[in-house]
């Protein structure tokens, strides 16, 4: 593997995290990452993403998903990272 290679990370956060911006925050802040992929909502409260990019931008991500943005309360975040099965264009909100 090249450290140029694609990676995805699968991240699914827990907390305060729906009714507070928290997907249009996530799509603003990896997309000025340069980052591809897509966020939703999830009926168990939860916000899940999809990114993709290098590496060392994904670990960055990871750090600010920790915080996310003003109004949000992070309890928990769990993570996957791996080399990305297929490549994704461009960032989506699905729900």
Request: include cysteine; charge should be negative.
């Amino acid at each position: 593997m090249t450290a140029s290679a694609v990676m995805e990370l699968h991240v699914k956060i827990f907390g305060t995290v729906q009714g507070v911006g928290f997907r249009a925050w996530t799509a603003r802040t990896a997309k000025g990452k340069g980052l591809c992929g897509w966020v939703q909502n999830c009926a168990d409260g939860s916000v899940e993403a999809i990114l993709q990019g290098e590496q060392e931008v994904l670990q960055e991500m990871l750090e600010e998903l920790k915080t996310g943005p003003t109004y949000a309360i992070v309890d928990q975040v769990e993570s996957e990272c791996r080399t990305a099965p297929n490549q994704l264009n461009g960032f989506e909100i699905l729900r």
